[in-house]
């Protein structure tokens, strides 16, 4: 018995260091990629924006600061009250769906605020910057499938679920070493 406990100490403590180690070279592989790429490392330095275009930005971002916060508590709270909905014993679908047409009001109203104050942003940026905004984006996009991808690839391997531990033949419903006595019920 001792034995067993020593043998499952040795195996997780050997899953914990690689999945560690796996960890940090998925790290420093994205590091590397950035770094590689440097527009998605500072997009923003990258645009050279003159010292007029950076007060006309913070201008634009500092008029809809008040409204980006409220609708984000707007938000907070939809979301807070839909999930009280859901917990709630017996949920009345009445009240369910006003309360999803109250989160995707104010999900709308999120990005119709983005979107106009990123329209306003590119009227002050030179056709170059625009350009160079589009080709920073088209970058971003790319590295977010390829980890997108990765992560599917991760998720896909034999024997090992996302975090990266292995499963039982139960499916985590009960221990993977029985006690002694103990018979493994078959799947």
Same mark, same amino acid.
Request: proline share 14%.
């Given at each position: 018995m001792r034995n067993n406990r020593l043998v499952f100490a040795?195996?997780?403590a050997l899953v914990f260091f690689a999945t560690i180690s796996s960890v940090y070279a998925q790290a420093e592989q994205q590091q590397a990629a950035a770094q590689q790429n440097?527009?998605?490392v500072d997009p923003i330095r990258q645009l050279n924006l003159t010292p007029e275009q950076r007060e006309k930005i913070r201008s634009i971002r500092e008029q809809t600061k008040a409204e980006r916060v409220a609708i984000t508590e707007r938000i907070r709270e939809t979301n807070r009250a839909l999930e009280e909905i859901l917990d709630a014993?017996? /949920?009345?679908e009445a009240v369910v769906e006003q309360q999803v047409r109250d989160a995707a009001a104010a999900q709308a109203a999120a990005m119709r605020m983005r979107i106009l104050t990123e329209v306003r942003i590119r009227r002050v940026l030179t056709p170059e910057q625009i350009r160079m905004l589009r080709v920073f984006r088209q970058q971003a996009r790319g590295l977010k499938q390829d980890q997108l991808r990765n992560e599917r690839e991760q998720q896909?391997? /034999?024997?090992i679920d996302g975090s990266g531990t292995f499963q039982n033949q139960r499916d985590g419903a009960g221990p993977l070493f029985p006690r002694r006595g103990q018979r493994r019920a078959r799947p």
């Open positions: 040795l195996f997780a440097g527009a998605i014993d017996n /949920p009345d896909r391997r /034999p024997g």
